[in-house]
């Protein structure tokens, strides 16, 4: 079982609903490790859980909230409700550079990148349709926080679309920087004990699904489910809070900043 096994948000007759770590993959993959069913047959009923079905996706390295499926049925009217656009994805996304402006539409075509099918690119030629909205939650200097709303469901699309304008998740080693992020980047006065290596506050990738919103004819109360931030990405954010220049006035409405803490809906 994953050391830290896997939080169930909700879960009825048909899915359930859950907060997926970092570096768990959803199938099979070629490093062996143990893939998202393989964690919860620890923690649900073996014969529910090998009846899994996906619904949607997430990278490996990103985090946050995901739907299975118990049946075929709920499979299918969920893969509808997707494919109608009418569940609302919200992530947060830890990028690095300028931000130009409080929000934005980014639409540029997505294709398996030629050279190496394992990234996305942009490519207006037979490139399928990609576009994701993004507003600015927080700035915190050479750090800020976005909430990111993708409105298709391309493979990589926010990391290669954020990147597209010059803000690249904070930590992405396919599309950025895989230098992890230190206290000393933003705390002026931070000083190391003799003997001492400062350790990372975070160093995995800095995207996380926090929000989903399912349509009301779904029938699900409530239909806005939220996956928490791990701690290291908690505790990230609550340092970039405290030592930029403007303090807690870096987040555009104060109150984001303790609803994310809470788990509440932005």
């Not at 169930?8 to 048909?14: A, E, R, T, V």
């Not at 830890?94 to 394992?118: C, F, H, M, W, Y």
């Not at 400062?198 to 929000?211: D, G, N, S, V």
Request: aromatic fraction near 6%.
């Amino acid at each position: 079982m994953h050391k830290t096994g896997v939080e169930i948000i909700y879960q009825d007759d048909g899915i359930i609903v859950i907060n997926k770590p970092a570096g768990v993959s959803v199938t099979k993959d070629r490093s062996g490790k143990e893939q998202l069913t393989d964690i919860l047959a620890g923690q649900i009923d073996k014969q529910v859980c090998s009846q899994l079905r996906l619904i949607h996706r997430l990278d490996k390295d990103t985090s946050g909230v995901m739907i299975l499926a118990k049946n075929i049925e709920a499979q299918k009217r969920f893969t509808s409700y997707f494919e109608k656009r009418e569940i609302k994805k919200t992530y947060l996304a830890l990028v690095s550079g300028i931000v130009r402006g409080r929000e934005g539409t980014i639409d540029a075509p997505l294709l398996p990148d030629p050279k190496n099918p394992q990234l996305m690119r942009i490519t207006s030629k037979k490139g399928k349709e990609a576009v994701t909205d993004w507003r600015l939650l927080a700035d915190f200097g050479l750090l800020s926080l976005l909430a990111v709303t993708p409105l298709t469901g391309r493979t990589h699309q926010i990391r290669v679309h954020l990147a597209s304008i010059g803000l690249p998740v904070a930590i992405d080693p396919l599309y950025g920087s895989s230098r992890p992020i230190l206290l000393s980047d933003f705390k002026s006065d931070y000083r190391l004990g003799i003997g001492q290596i400062e350790r990372p506050l975070i160093e995995r990738l800095t995207l996380h699904a926090y929000q989903l919103v399912i349509p009301a004819e779904a029938g699900i109360q409530p239909n806005c489910f939220i996956a928490q931030l791990d701690k290291k990405f908690t505790a990230t954010l609550k340092m970039l809070t405290k030592y930029n220049r403007l303090g807690p006035a870096a987040f555009i409405n104060p109150d984001d900043f303790s609803k994310i803490l809470n788990g509440d809906a932005l």
